[in-house]
């Protein structure tokens, strides 16, 4: 009797295709990701009761109002110009603070646009008096 | 005389390790995803040149629409209950970073009393998110 010969088979799994699945998930990754890449000016809110005795030479009033105008101590100040300004009251006086008081009626809008102008002038002491519009 | 045949080559670009390339880069994109996790309310932000990037680790977001609505966490909050919900996320979290998504025609008034809230709950870093103003 004569015995058959087992023929051995070699199991091969198919990795054509492995590529074009990894490439597929890629692009999906890629489309799906969002690289954040949020913005924000920084600051650090006063600790609550906290009341610091500040002289009043040190201070800068900055007010802004319901539509926008910005005032420096008391004198009206165009918004571009602000900047130049808070540098040069800054050469003259390091201690400065600059406390911006703003109409609660004001637009966010205004705050941010002052708040930035006293950042681009470096002012690192920037406070936020109460409006007083509760 | 004999004349060797010449032999001639294949081109063969090895394609072995392609898939190996492929999924290290969906490793680190899948690594790098995040998934936005919250919606926020419609807001567009104000234009500031001096906005630097915040660091994402340990921010909270606190969105204020327009008419001065109130989002934390994809839920309507009243401004009274914020000082509540950021004092919890505060001892979850002690160095939490609170981020004010605020549309830039909100009023003032909702802004102030979102600060005298984060006092209240000592919440004290926070960043006002902008874009970045171009030129």
């Not at chain 1, 949020?38 to 007010?63: C, D, F, R, T, W």
């Not at chain 1, 540098?87 to 205004?110: C, G, V």
């Not at chain 2, 996790?37 to 660091?55: F, H, M, S």
Request: proline share 4%; charged share 25%.
């Amino acid at each position: 009797m004569e015995l058959r010969k087992r023929i051995q088979r070699e199991a091969e799994i198919p990795t054509a295709s492995m590529a074009d699945i990894a490439f597929l998930l890629i692009i999906f990754f890629m489309v799906s990701t969002v690289f954040s890449n949020e913005m924000g000016l920084q600051i650090i809110l006063p600790e609550k009761g906290g009341v610091v005795k500040v002289k009043s030479k040190n201070i800068a009033k900055v007010y802004i109002d319901k539509d926008g105008s910005v005032r420096i101590n008391g004198e009206p100040v165009r918004l571009g110009d602000i900047a130049n300004l808070a540098r040069q009251m800054l050469a003259e006086n390091d201690k400065l603070i600059f406390s911006i008081k703003t109409n609660p009626d004001a637009k966010y809008d205004y705050l941010i646009r002052v708040f930035d102008q006293l950042r681009l002038a470096n002012a690192e002491r920037i406070s936020f008096a109460p409006s007083g519009g509760k | 005389m004999r004349i060797k045949f010449k032999e001639e080559t294949r081109a063969n670009i090895p394609t072995a390790s392609m898939a190996d390339i492929a999924f290290l880069l969906i490793i680190f994109f899948m690594v790098s995803t995040v998934f936005r996790a919250e919606t926020g309310l419609r807001i567009v932000l104000p234009e500031a040149e001096a906005a630097r990037k915040i660091p994402t680790k340990n921010l909270s977001h606190i969105w204020i629409s327009d008419e001065g609505i109130i989002s934390i966490d994809d839920a309507l909050v009243p401004l009274n209950r914020v000082s509540y919900i950021m004092m919890r996320k505060k001892e979850i979290n002690p160095n939490i970073i609170v981020s004010i998504r605020c549309d830039k025609n909100a009023k003032y008034r909702v802004v102030e009393g979102v600060f005298d809230q984060l006092q209240d709950a000592n919440v004290l870093k926070v960043s006002l998110a902008t874009e970045k103003k171009r030129g």
